[in-house]
């Protein structure tokens, strides 16, 4: 392939002309005085000529004639470019190097920021109201199927209701609350088990409160436990009437009238042992016991 020479000629030429521009801007006096006198082309290169001759340097005629025309026309002389967009725009560009870097850091900051925000608040909060509705959805069902007791799955359905109108107003403590309740439902529901009296040594099977309501009388109560076929006692949460507070017992009283109160305890008078001590038997798919002794089903946990 041929050598093309042509473009770097070119680039020569145009670089020895800025150099006699540079000249002629250096030789200021000579420049004034021959642009003053209006002093034709030829006698201004002539001069030129001898001035790179001296110096050793061969200079075209072509050269010469770039230059002078390169001075007369300011064509190598900076000019600030006038304000605009488009000018505002190339000085940010020139200047990046400087705000390039805070704006990364600035970047950075908002960035942390925001996966901070969506990794310590808004996403557990999020993945917790899908566990809450998860939840209930699930319980929900289990209770449905489960449950026999007239009025139970008809509250399970309340109380997923509750979850979800808690959920939408990002109330996640009533909502998990709501959830709570429908899985202690689901649990009783599930289980089955014998209602009895206390009788172990040592323990009592029954006791008297005095009313509150009546000071001249008694309140009498059955201390009972929750037993399952292979002989587990259960933790069961029980509401006191006295206080209104709900709590996991494993044993609790049970209020009778007092007649029940006083045939067991003349049961266990006579050797120490409650032998008729089943109160009542709770089905799997009921929450309420059916009682084999006369109660209101009020109850107390301490005593």
């Known amino acids: 392939m041929a050598e093309q020479t ?87 560009y020139v200047r990046r190097g400087r705000w390039g870097k805070a704006a990364a850091i600035l970047m950075a900051a908002v960035l942390a920021l925001w996966g901070g925000y969506r990794f310590l608040y808004a996403g557990p909060a999020e993945r917790a109201r899908v566990r809450i509705v998860q939840e209930a959805a699930v319980l929900g069902t289990e209770i449905g199927k489960d449950t026999l007791e007239p009025g139970i799955r008809q509250k399970a359905e309340t109380l997923q209701q509750q979850a979800m109108s808690a959920v939408r107003a990002d109330d996640l403590r009533a909502a998990r609350s709501a959830v709570t309740a429908m899985g202690v439902i689901r649990d009783l529901v599930q289980q089955s088990y014998t209602l009895q009296v206390v009788s172990r040594p040592g323990a009592p ?86 009682y084999r002794m006369p109660t209101s089903g009020g109850a107390i946990t301490e005593w």
Do not use: C
Not at 46 to 54: A, D, M, N, Q, V
Not at 58 to 72: F, H, S, W, Y
Not at 206 to 214: D, E, F, I, L
Not at 255 to 273: F, H, L, T
């Open 6 to 92: 042509e473009p770097k000629g070119d680039l020569s030429e145009v670089l020895m002309a800025m150099d006699v521009v540079d000249t002629l801007r250096h030789e200021q006096a000579l420049v004034e005085r021959e642009l003053q006198l209006e002093e034709d082309d030829a006698a201004l290169m002539e001069k030129l000529r001898r001035i790179y001759t001296s110096q050793g340097i061969e200079v075209t005629d072509e050269v010469l004639i770039q230059g002078v025309r390169a001075l007369r026309d300011d064509r190598f002389t900076y000019r600030r470019p006038p304000s605009g967009f488009k000018t505002a725009l190339a000085r940010l």
């Open 205 to 290: 099977s029954g006791v008297w409160r005095q009313s509150s309501q009546n000071p001249a009388g008694r309140n009498y109560y059955l201390i009972v436990e929750a037993v399952t076929a292979d002989g587990r006692r259960l933790e069961l949460p029980v509401t006191s009437e006295e206080d209104g507070q709900t709590r996991r017992v494993k044993e609790w009283g049970l209020r009778v009238p007092a007649e029940v109160y006083e045939q067991v305890r003349r049961d266990k008078a006579q050797d120490g042992i409650v032998d008729a001590k089943t109160v009542g038997v709770k089905q799997r798919g009921f929450i309420t016991p059916e």
